[in-house]
């Protein structure tokens, strides 16, 4: 999700990289091989690409908690994951990022892409998820 | 990500909703949960969690696969301390045919998670991560057998047992180092442990009233 626009001034575009890694299942056997095109969020400048970072996490005790409430209260426990989670979040910051090797456009090699949605690897992409679940549950 | 409701049809509903807003996998009743293998048995009302593969996987990384089970995580009456002396060729090979750190660290883990049980004896061991010497790597390889020979533990909540129960407890100035004491508590809900720890004070006590009301105290 992105736009193809030439970098406005002032401003520098982060770079991005594929990391490639294996699924394993619970026994260590390979069942996919999983490919993830990430962000160098290194790069980004708090303040300009980014402000806020910080992303709620489950404490492990809650978890236990409503386990046992599970147990005690006989409730249906059901799990589920959201596909490619940090890439459904919107981004409140204007980030640019360079055009990814292979995938230059002809015509205007030296723009760069504004993304719309979060990718893996921004600074902000955990925080911006969770923003996101939070308001609608 | 984990929901429980009380009923299959609000649950269902619950999904349907989240799936309008987000691309969902449903992966049906909670099997596999941050490592943990959850059991839940709604006859009999049980609910329990184990970590039988990953501890399978730390004893086959540690070479430990075909060990003798002991039934103690510890040797009972010995106490540690940090090495005073350099090891012998020997005991230096002996040192490093398991890695103290990783090895600790992956059962760190899994106290964590489901095993309060290692909980003392992983707050000892860890303590000498620095530079392990050969009573620390036997007592590495004591709990390991100990790990082996009680791998089928699990947690258990049930729904037969009531309310939030706490226990806490320390030792008095047994860091043979530097004098301090180890506070250890753990809570209760419904017949399984939810929350519990190990951990040496960060003070110096004169006496074992202050240990375990500081003990206490971290507890709360």
């Not at chain 1, 575009?13 to 290194?42: C, P």
């Amino acid at each position: 999700m992105h736009r193809l626009m030439p970098l406005p001034e002032g401003r520098k575009a982060i770079g991005s990289r594929w990391v490639f890694s294996l699924k394993t299942d619970e026994d260590g056997n390979v069942i996919r091989h999983k490919a993830r095109f990430m962000a160098q969020g290194y790069t980004q400048v708090e303040g300009i690409d980014y402000t806020e970072t910080f992303a709620a996490v489950a404490k492990y005790d809650t978890v236990q908690i409503l386990l046992a409430l599970a147990a005690k209260f006989d409730l249906e426990l059901d799990q589920m994951d959201v596909r490619t989670a940090f890439l459904n979040a919107e981004l409140k910051e204007d980030i640019y990022l360079k055009q990814p090797a292979g995938f230059e456009d002809p015509e205007h090699p030296d723009w760069v892409w504004k993304l719309e949605k979060a990718l893996y690897g921004l600074k902000q992409a955990g925080y911006e998820w969770n923003q996101m679940l939070d308001e609608y549950i | 990500m984990l929901a429980a409701l009380n009923s299959r049809d609000y649950l269902n509903g619950f999904k349907v909703q989240l799936k309008q807003h987000f691309d969902l996998t449903d992966l049906g009743p909670a099997k596999h949960f941050l490592g943990m293998h959850i059991t839940h048995n709604h006859e009999k009302r049980l609910l329990s969690i184990s970590q039988k593969t990953y501890l399978e996987k730390i004893l086959e990384n540690a070479g430990m696969s075909q060990c003798n089970p002991v039934g103690t995580p510890m040797t009972p009456g010995v106490t540690l301390q940090k090495v005073t002396r350099p090891p012998t060729a020997d005991e230096a090979t002996a040192i490093t045919s398991i890695p103290y750190c990783r090895t600790i660290g992956k059962l760190n883990y899994a106290m964590r998670t489901t095993r309060p049980d290692i909980a003392f004896t992983i707050s000892c061991l860890s303590r000498y991560m620095e530079s392990p010497g050969i009573d620390h790597h036997h007592q590495l390889k004591h709990l390991l057998r100990y790990i082996h020979g009680m791998m089928d533990l699990t947690l258990v909540f049930s729904s037969m047992d009531d309310g939030l129960i706490g226990y806490s407890d320390s030792d008095y100035a047994a860091d043979r180092d530097d004098s301090k004491s180890t506070s250890m508590y753990v809570y209760q809900l419904f017949g399984g442990p939810i929350s519990w720890k190990a951990q040496k004070q960060s003070v110096v006590v004169t006496s074992t009233t202050e240990a375990k009301y500081i003990g206490l105290s971290s507890a709360s």
